[in-house]
């Protein structure tokens, strides 16, 4: 998969390295059956299906909730996926939270104030630079689980 190359938008620059961060998590997940999404080493790590699950509420949170000013929550329950939801859900949910993200950020100036009361001052730009670190960070742990599960490696 290629870089994202600077299409002279600042914007659809930070979106386009937000994406591809999306799809480095994504492509960890690609051909994992029901336990090998929720397995973890010696529980170490997060599973790549908790991966998934929780940067959904992270793009939620930070976008719905801090820019928006709606109501949000967060739970260490994000990590973990129940039995009796499927891991082709949780993809799927991660996806149209990314489009949703994509999508409010589009119809958005980098430099709107965000409503955050631990965050006093920050912005749009703020937030997916936020993103883009978090989404990078779970796309390390997804890497480092997937390895350990079966051996694939890769960005």
């Known amino acids: 998969m290629a870089l994202p190359v600077p299409p002279g938008d600042e914007k659809e620059l930070l979106l386009g390295w937000l994406q591809f961060l999306r799809e480095s998590v994504l492509r960890k997940a690609e051909g994992l059956d029901e336990d090998q999404a929720r397995w973890r080493p010696d529980g170490k790590l997060i599973a790549i299906a908790g991966i998934v699950n929780h940067l959904a509420h992270v793009e939620w949170r930070w976008i719905d909730g801090t820019l928006r000013g709606e109501p949000v929550s967060r739970s260490e329950d994000e990590f973990t996926v129940p039995r009796d939801r499927p891991f082709a859900e949780v993809v799927d949910a991660y996806r149209r939270r990314a489009a949703a993200t994509d999508a409010t950020v589009r119809g958005a100036d980098l430099d709107a ?35 350990l599960l079966d051996g694939v490696t890769g960005v």
């Open 113 to 147: 104030a965000c409503h955050h009361p631990g965050h006093p001052g920050i912005d749009l730009r703020w937030v997916l630079l936020h993103l883009i670190e978090e989404t990078a960070r779970h796309a390390g742990h997804a890497d480092a689980t997937r390895e």
